[in-house]
């Protein structure tokens, strides 16, 4: 039972829980940092210009567009 819970997301989405976390923990550096950026750009207008849109796009598109690459799972049981 608890095991489910740790791998069922992962398992979803074509991932053992190792991996999972790795790319996770990426995103969230990643999302972190590019905050940061934004707060900075904030203050300071002339730094950072486009670092926090290239982050959003750069996210998206290993999230999103990556994983709609995955073979769909399958949803049935016989």
């Known amino acids: 039972m608890i095991?489910?819970?740790f791998t069922r997301h992962p398992a979803s989405v074509g991932e053992s829980y190792g991996q999972h976390l790795r790319h996770a923990s990426a995103f969230g550096l990643r999302m972190i940092l590019g905050g940061i950026a934004c707060l900075v750009h904030g203050?300071?207008?002339f730094l950072f210009v486009k670092t926090g849109s290239r982050q959003i796009e750069?996210?998206?598109?290993?999230?999103v567009v990556n994983?709609?690459?995955?073979p769909a799972p399958l949803d049935f049981v016989i």
């Open 58 to 63: 750069s996210l998206h598109g290993r999230m």
């Open 67 to 70: 994983r709609s690459k995955l």
């Open 43 to 45: 203050l300071l207008p």
């Open 3 to 5: 095991h489910q819970a």
